[in-house]
């Protein structure tokens, strides 16, 4: 354990920020990485996407935690390893090491840590320890780490590139607090006064992004190249309809019929990008939502709707798509109080 911590000796909560770099501790290696995850996770879902796009499923291996149960008020003991392979559809065993849970993986890289025992988890076999569990950091090096190993065609793939990083700069900076965290603050409220001060500023940023894509033009946020921001904003918009309307009480509209530009875009992204559609998988979504929250869903009844998960038939003239928004007065107050990219 001395030589794990020798690399990292954060706070026991602060968990790992290390970066594969050829310049540091964790050099870039086929084989070297393995991955944990939770299908279910859209911080998770984040990295499992960039995996499958930049095409480095051979090179990074991937252990996936079952979507239920998670344990008790508190978390513990946390997400679970299944027994075998054929337990639930796409969880796997811990490959690594073939333990049930994911907390005793914290725990062999700190035996001291005190945090969350949360998806995703990097952890480098040589070293033996994690090197990083967080989702946005590992979204901003992951796209470029191994590039020296893969094709030209994926190499190339640049999802944070110069001359965007001003635009994917300004919209991140109310796009993750209000959207993707968004969410999560509406549904976990403790009380009706934080739901409605949480759910307003959610529906207002997406009045404010469903303009922001018609104005570009699609097919992505920012116009014609894919950047961090469509895999942030995506691994929350598939989960929307499916589960944050009901399950969050974030149903002041849904992406399917209030935002046509909005659904037009997940659309594509989702039949149009083939990474999207190999890191999603909706049993896993719903099921993790629905039976893993006992405070918000007791009976833990998972429902079958929306249908189809995503819709089909995308427009590819966006001029023609009605621009939607959410009238609620609030909600409007809101929107204007939100910068352009």
Not at 108 to 125: H, T
């Given at each position: 354990?001395?030589?794990?911590?020798?690399?990292?000796?954060?706070?026991?909560?602060?968990?790992?920020?290390?970066?594969?770099?050829?310049?540091?501790p964790?050099?870039?290696?086929?084989?070297?990485?393995?991955?944990?995850?939770?299908?279910?996770?859209?911080?998770?879902?984040?990295?499992?996407?960039?995996?499958?796009?930049?095409?480095?499923?051979?090179?990074?291996?991937?252990?996936?935690?079952?979507?239920?149960?998670?344990?008790?008020?508190?978390?513990?003991?946390?997400?679970?390893?299944?027994?075998?392979?054929?337990?639930?559809?796409?969880a796997?065993?811990?490959?690594?090491?073939?333990?049930?849970?994911?907390?005793?993986?914290?725990?062999?890289?700190?035996?001291?840590?005190?945090?969350?025992?949360?998806?995703?988890v990097?952890?480098?076999?040589?070293?033996?320890?994690?090197?990083?569990?967080?989702?946005?950091?590992?979204?901003?090096?992951?796209?470029?780490?191994?590039?020296?190993?893969?094709?030209?065609?994926?190499?190339?793939?640049?999802?944070?590139p110069?001359?965007l990083?001003?635009?994917i700069?300004?919209?991140?900076?109310?796009?993750?607090?209000?959207?993707?965290?968004?969410?999560?603050?509406?549904?976990?409220?403790?009380s009706?006064?934080?739901?409605?001060?949480?759910?307003?500023?959610?529906?207002?940023?997406?009045?404010?992004?469903?303009?922001?894509?018609s104005?570009?033009?699609?097919?992505?946020?920012?116009?014609?190249?894919?950047?961090?921001?469509?895999?942030?904003?995506?691994?929350?918009?598939?989960?929307?309809?499916?589960?944050?309307?009901?399950?969050?009480?974030?149903?002041l509209?849904?992406?399917?019929?209030?935002?046509?530009?909005?659904?037009?875009?997940?659309?594509?992204?989702?039949w149009?990008?083939?990474?999207?559609?190999?890191?999603?998988?909706?049993?896993?979504?719903?099921?993790?939502?629905?039976?893993?929250?006992?405070?918000?869903?007791p009976?833990?009844?998972?429902?079958?709707?929306?249908?189809?998960?995503?819709?089909?038939?995308?427009?590819?003239d966006?001029?023609?798509l009605?621009?939607?928004?959410?009238?609620?007065?609030?909600?409007?107050?809101?929107?204007?109080?939100?910068?352009?990219?």
């Amino acid at each position: 354990m001395s030589q794990a911590r020798s690399h990292h000796e954060p706070s026991t909560a602060d968990g790992w920020h290390g970066k594969v770099t050829p310049t540091g501790p964790f050099k870039p290696q086929p084989g070297r990485y393995h991955l944990y995850i939770g299908l279910f996770c859209p911080f998770a879902h984040r990295v499992n996407f960039v995996r499958h796009l930049k095409g480095l499923t051979d090179i990074i291996d991937m252990s996936v935690v079952m979507p239920y149960p998670k344990g008790d008020s508190k978390g513990w003991p946390g997400w679970r390893f299944p027994a075998s392979d054929d337990e639930y559809p796409n969880a796997t065993v811990d490959k690594l090491f073939g333990e049930d849970y994911m907390h005793k993986i914290y725990f062999k890289a700190d035996p001291e840590y005190k945090g969350r025992y949360s998806v995703p988890v990097l952890w480098d076999r040589e070293t033996g320890t994690i090197v990083c569990n967080e989702s946005l950091e590992l979204l901003r090096w992951l796209p470029s780490a191994f590039n020296d190993f893969i094709p030209e065609s994926k190499a190339s793939i640049d999802l944070y590139p110069p001359h965007l990083r001003d635009k994917i700069d300004s919209l991140s900076s109310w796009v993750l607090p209000n959207i993707c965290r968004g969410v999560y603050k509406s549904g976990f409220a403790p009380s009706q006064e934080e739901y409605d001060e949480n759910v307003v500023p959610l529906f207002g940023s997406l009045n404010k992004l469903e303009k922001i894509v018609s104005a570009n033009g699609g097919p992505f946020i920012l116009g014609s190249e894919m950047t961090e921001l469509d895999i942030t904003v995506y691994a929350t918009l598939v989960r929307f309809d499916t589960v944050y309307v009901q399950h969050f009480k974030c149903n002041l509209g849904t992406i399917r019929h209030d935002y046509p530009v909005l659904n037009n875009w997940l659309k594509s992204v989702y039949w149009g990008v083939e990474a999207a559609r190999d890191s999603t998988d909706f049993k896993h979504i719903k099921e993790n939502y629905t039976k893993s929250h006992y405070d918000i869903n007791p009976k833990a009844i998972t429902p079958m709707g929306p249908f189809p998960d995503v819709e089909e038939g995308v427009e590819q003239d966006w001029g023609k798509l009605r621009i939607g928004e959410v009238w609620h007065p609030a909600v409007l107050e809101f929107e204007r109080t939100l910068k352009d990219a």
